[in-house]
């Protein structure tokens, strides 16, 4: 995902000055008709900052960086959601029978990409918006991404797609997708501004020291896991004496297609030697 485009891959459809400049870029590629939003990023505007003043007023989506050209960074921005409200029924099959999920709005949680996040029973639903061919495309990379951490042990809640249909409030239906994980609750940890320290959460969950513990050594091969497939934006939960003592969301590895391989992840190198320090008995 990060190193599919290159800067020639887009042609300028405006350009504008505000938030350190960016411009909107259409894809060159034929027939198409998604106009894709690209931000160039002055690098004294950070991501998150970028995020909070131009996906504003309801808007969420996700942002990916994904090279550096001319000495600024730019970045691939998604919208998924523009200020809607309303509970959401999610509609799809099962065992040979249509199943409704009703979501309330009042319960969601926030989520960069995709309409928000529900608790339900012992799961987490994070629901997406697939109603057009960029946006399921976007989906089927995702699922791609997901498939690939899975095969080489990323532990991430045992999770599933599930396709469906989404119709929100007295609006009409459209296509949709959910990524149900196992519901994890533990200390979080993530690399943004302000960080939420990985050291930290294991000195709140109070995971042992002991290099040969179950949790110690599941925590370090689960972060292993994570350099091999250069895990992007590393986050997650740590819990211990949970089967799964740590879990990472919002996946998104560093494949390469066009080299076949992933990239690296010096978040996932940090965090390595972080439990590696962290083992001070045997």
Known sequence: ??????HDDFEVVRKDTRFGGFEELKLRRENATVIMFV???????NSMELEKRVMKDGCSGALYPMYTRSGHRWA????TIVAMSGDIKFTYRSGGRLVTQTLLWKERQNSREGIGVWHVGNYAWKVYA??????RNTLEKLRADYRRADVRGLPMGR???QDGTIKQGNGNPYGGMALIVDWFEGTNFNFHRPPKPFKSALELQRVSCSKSSIDHKKIKAGCESARAVGLQDCQGYVKGGRYEPIV???VHTSWNARQGRFGTSQQAIDMINIIIAWGTQP
Do not use: G, V
Request: glycine residues 0%; proline residues 7%.
């Open 248 to 250: 990472f969301i919002d």
């Open 39 to 45: 931000s160039l990023i002055s690098l004294k505007l």
């Open 76 to 79: 691939l921005i998604y919208p």
């Open 1 to 6: 995902m990060l190193d599919e485009y290159q």
């Open 159 to 161: 999770p599933r797609f």
């Open 130 to 135: 697939a109603k057009n061919d960029s946006q």
